[in-house]
C-alpha cells in the first residue's frame, strides 16, 4: 500500500497547536542568611533613632590584679582606659521598580509579578547586608593564617581555633564561615574529616560525608562541625587576588544593625503612581557594619585557584 509524501508538518499546524504557560516562574536564588543570623546584631538599639551606636570596649585595657605583701599597707589600684567602639548606620541601599498600567493589566492573573519582584528585591537587600559583614575581613590583623597559595589544611584550622582559645573565647560562641568552594574542594580533601575511623558513628560531630550533617543542616546552610565548631557556607565570603577570605568568627567580633521604625529589616513600599501611570516597588534598607572585638575573629585565607589533593 502506497504511503503518502506529503504529511501534515507542525508548520503546517501552528494554528491549531496551542501553547501553554506553566504557573511556574523561575525565581533568582540567594545564600541563606548566615552572618547576619550569627553576629551580633544591635539593631534593637536604632528604634528611637541614631546614627552613631557606642559599645564600650573594658577588655583591651583591664584591670591588674596585684599582692599584698605588707598586711595594712595602702594598696595601690588600677585605672585602664576604656575604648569607645562606634557601629556607624549609615549606609542605604534600596531596589526599585515600576510596571506600567497597561503591562500589569495584561499579565496574566496565575502569576503574582509584584511577590515575585519583591521577594527577589528582599533577598539582594539581605545578601547586601550579609556581604557587607563579610566584607570586614579586612579589619582583622591579630590572627590572619593561610596565603593565596595553598589551600585550606586541618593545621591552619587546628590553628585557627587555638587562636580562639588562647583568646579565652568559648568555642561554643564561634562559628566558622567558608566559600563553597573551599568546603567542597579542599576540606572534603583532607581524609580525617571524613573517613569513618576518624568521624566515628554516623550521629557524630563529623563535618562531612556518613551522615554527619544532622536532620536540619542544610536547612540552616551549616554544613557540620569541624571539632565541635559549626561550619556555614555561603559565596558571600570574599573573594580576592585568588584568594577566599574565610573566618573563623565569634559571635562579639562583628556587629551590625538595620535601622527601621516598623521593627523589620526591610522597608518595603508598593503603591500607585498617577505621574508615572504605573505600580511602583519601593524597597530599602538602612544599615552599617563594625568590628567589634577584632581579636576575636580569625582569617582563614585559602586559594582560589587550587583544588584539594
Known amino acids: 500500500m502506497a504511503v503518502t509524501s506529503d504529511p501534515f508538518t507542525a508548520s503546517n499546524l501552528v494554528a491549531v497547536i496551542s501553547e501553554t504557560w506553566t504557573t511556574i516562574v523561575n525565581e533568582k536564588t540567594f545564600n541563606d542568611t548566615v552572618f547576619a543570623n550569627f553576629c551580633t546584631d544591635l539593631s534593637s538599639f536604632t528604634a528611637d533613632g541614631s546614627d552613631i551606636f557606642h559599645v564600650p570596649d573594658i577588655y583591651t585595657n583591664a584591670l591588674t590584679v596585684s599582692t599584698q605583701s605588707t598586711q595594712g599597707a595602702e594598696i595601690t589600684t588600677a585605672s585602664p582606659d576604656s575604648v569607645d567602639t562606634t557601629l556607624t548606620v549609615n549606609t542605604h541601599s534600596y531596589v526599585a521598580f515600576i510596571i506600567g498600567r497597561k503591562d500589569f493589566n495584561?499579565?496574566?492573573?496565575?502569576?503574582?509579578?509584584?511577590?515575585?519582584?519583591?521577594?527577589?528585591?528582599?533577598?539582594?537587600?539581605?545578601?547586601?547586608?550579609?556581604?557587607?559583614?563579610?566584607?570586614?575581613?579586612?579589619?582583622?590583623?591579630?590572627?590572619?593564617?593561610?596565603?593565596?597559595?595553598?589551600?585550606?589544611?586541618?593545621?591552619?584550622?587546628?590553628?585557627?581555633?587555638?587562636?580562639?582559645?588562647?583568646?579565652?573565647?568559648?568555642?561554643?560562641?564561634?562559628?566558622?564561615?567558608?566559600?563553597?568552594?573551599?568546603?567542597?574542594?579542599?576540606?572534603?580533601?583532607?581524609?580525617?574529616?571524613?573517613?569513618?575511623?576518624?568521624?566515628?558513628?554516623?550521629?557524630?560531630?563529623?563535618?562531612?560525608?556518613?551522615?554527619?550533617?544532622?536532620?536540619?543542616?542544610?536547612?540552616?546552610?551549616?554544613?557540620?562541625?569541624?571539632?565541635?565548631?559549626?561550619?556555614?557556607?555561603?559565596?558571600?565570603?570574599?573573594?580576592?587576588?585568588?584568594?577566599?577570605?574565610?573566618?573563623?568568627?565569634?559571635?562579639?567580633?562583628?556587629g551590625f544593625a538595620v535601622s527601621s521604625r516598623n521593627g523589620g529589616m526591610i522597608n518595603s513600599s508598593i503603591t500607585y503612581e498617577p505621574r508615572n501611570i504605573g505600580y511602583m516597588g519601593v524597597f530599602d534598607m538602612i544599615y552599617g557594619v563594625a568590628v567589634l572585638r577584632e581579636p576575636a575573629a580569625v582569617l582563614l585565607n585559602a586559594s582560589s585557584a587550587f583544588l584539594g589533593s
Open 106 to 254: 495584561q499579565i496574566a492573573s496565575k502569576y503574582d509579578m509584584m511577590a515575585k519582584y519583591a521577594n527577589e528585591a528582599k533577598g539582594l537587600l539581605e545578601e547586601t547586608l550579609e556581604a557587607a559583614i563579610a566584607a570586614l575581613w579586612s579589619s582583622i590583623t591579630t590572627f590572619a593564617i593561610g596565603d593565596t597559595a595553598t589551600v585550606l589544611s586541618d593545621s591552619e584550622i587546628r590553628q585557627a581555633l587555638y587562636s580562639m582559645e588562647s583568646g579565652k573565647y568559648k568555642l561554643s560562641e564561634c562559628a566558622f564561615f567558608v566559600h563553597p568552594y573551599v568546603y567542597w574542594n579542599q576540606l572534603h580533601a583532607i581524609a580525617k574529616y571524613y573517613q569513618q575511623y576518624s568521624v566515628g558513628p554516623s550521629d557524630s560531630a563529623g563535618p562531612v560525608a556518613t551522615g554527619n550533617f544532622g536532620g536540619n543542616g542544610y536547612v540552616l546552610n551549616m554544613k557540620g562541625t569541624l571539632y565541635g565548631v559549626p561550619v556555614y557556607t555561603t559565596t558571600n565570603v570574599v573573594s580576592g587576588l585568588q584568594t577566599y577570605r574565610n573566618l573563623l568568627l565569634h559571635k562579639s567580633a562583628f
